[in-house]
């Protein structure tokens, strides 16, 4: 009998490895809809669904292994960096699915969200007072008009599975939906910012690399006090607060 693996669990959601299924728990069902329902209109490739059952959502494991992890080295090789960014371009170029994303929240909203943010980071002792600070100014660019587009909403590197130089499948869709193509690209190469030109090489067109470094710090700091409460660490060599830091 396989042994089932836990890939990750916390209070929201937890995903199980049992052989080559993946498991996924999920006591929203809202999620679990949106995830399938975007599988199946992105055009790029993603885990076959084997069946859905509230609150559990079965997947076919895919062929290959991730590019890699934040804080950890990047397995993959500058060709398949920008594979992947081929791949994010023809989810970007694709038709505007009918729910808005995780990139797509209000501008206003998130800048409020993220000046509470800050004020609970320095109060509670979390982070410097400067480097929060610093971090602020730059998070500004990416509070800007937008152009929906596409997207992921939550697009880790380790949610990308390459085999060689060619890219075998995209998971984790419960955040996609319509919102900020730069939100995708800076998410994707968080905490390995030497591997963005290859990615914007395969994405093939100009982008706005101020956003991109703004999206970074905007991230880092909405999620440092959330990782540190659900049992990972921010703090880690190469995570988080060290992203935070190299805008120092």
């Known amino acids: ?25 999920d006591a929203d069902r809202a999620r679990l809809d949106a995830e399938v329902e975007a599988m199946s209109l992105a055009p790029v490739p993603t885990p076959e669904v084997l069946w859905c059952r509230p609150p559990v959502l079965a997947l076919a494991a895919l062929p290959g292994t991730t590019l890699g992890r934040l804080g950890g080295p990047s397995t993959g090789s500058p060709a398949a960096w920008a594979a992947a960014g081929a ?22 909203a998130l800048a409020a969200e993220l000046d509470e943010e ?15 600070a610093r971090n602020r100014r730059v998070a500004e660019a990416a509070l800007r008009p937008w152009t929906p587009a596409f997207t992921h ?11 060689g130089d060619e890219v075998t499948g995209i998971i984790d869709w419960s955040e996609a939906g319509r919102g900020d193509a730069l939100h995708d690209l800076a998410t994707f190469t968080l905490g390995h910012e030497e591997h963005l030109d290859d990615v914007l090489a395969g994405y093939g067109t100009d982008v706005d690399l101020d956003v991109i470094r703004a999206w970074w710090s905007l991230r880092s700091l909405l999620i440092v006090r959330w990782l ?14 060290d992203v935070l830091r190299s805008r120092m």
């Open 1 to 25: 009998m396989d042994e089932v693996e836990v890939v990750v669990a916390h209070a929201e959601r937890a995903t199980l490895r049992v052989g080559d299924v993946f498991l996924k728990v």
């Open 87 to 108: 791949a994010i371009r023809r989810l970007h170029d694709a038709p505007l699915p009918p729910r808005p994303g995780q990139a797509g929240r209000d501008v206003v």
């Open 118 to 132: 800050c004020e609970v980071l320095v109060a509670n002792g979390v982070l410097p007072a400067d480097l929060v």
């Open 153 to 163: 909403g939550d697009l880790q590197i380790a949610h990308v599975f390459v085999d």
């Open 228 to 241: 540190g409460e659900h049992g990972f660490d921010p703090f880690a060599p190469g995570c988080e607060v």
